[in-house]
């Protein structure tokens, strides 16, 4: 089982930053990859970014690639969704996510946060 926390949204103006944050619990985090999706009024939860379970590895849309930094820290059961030179089409609902196998496919993912609202003006 594994508890997801997100925190590090709010209001910011385009081409401004945010680094949102994802708290897990459980001492199996380090086995899990972990995603960052997120859901628009009015729209179809979609996937941002993920990271293996090493950090080895990570996968990006292509709307958040060279904007966005997925990282984690395995020690601290943290994940991390750095976000620059933000778009008002960035304005969501971001979504932490937890699963052992799938990496973009949010169906695959077994454990979800409550979601942390990042608006972007213009």
């Known amino acids: 089982q594994v508890q997801l926390v997100e925190s590090g949204g709010g209001l910011v103006q385009a081409g401004g930053s945010l680094r949102l944050s994802c708290a897990a619990s459980?001492?199996?985090?380090?086995?899990?990859?972990m995603g960052w999706f997120r859901q628009a009024p009015g729209k179809e939860r979609e996937f941002v970014a993920a990271?293996?379970?090493?950090?080895?590895?990570?996968y990006y849309s292509d709307s958040v690639k060279g904007r966005f930094t997925i990282s984690r820290d395995n020690a601290k059961n943290m994940v991390y969704l750095q976000m620059n030179s933000l778009k008002p089409e960035d304005t969501a609902v971001y979504y932490c996510?937890?699963?052992?196998?799938?990496?973009?496919?949010?169906?695959?993912?077994?454990?979800w946060g409550q979601g942390t609202q990042v608006t972007v003006s213009s």
């Open positions: 459980g001492r199996t985090f380090s086995s899990y990859r």
């Open positions: 996510a937890a699963s052992k196998s799938a990496s973009l496919n949010a169906d695959l993912y077994d454990y």
């Open positions: 990271i293996r379970s090493s950090g080895g590895t990570r």
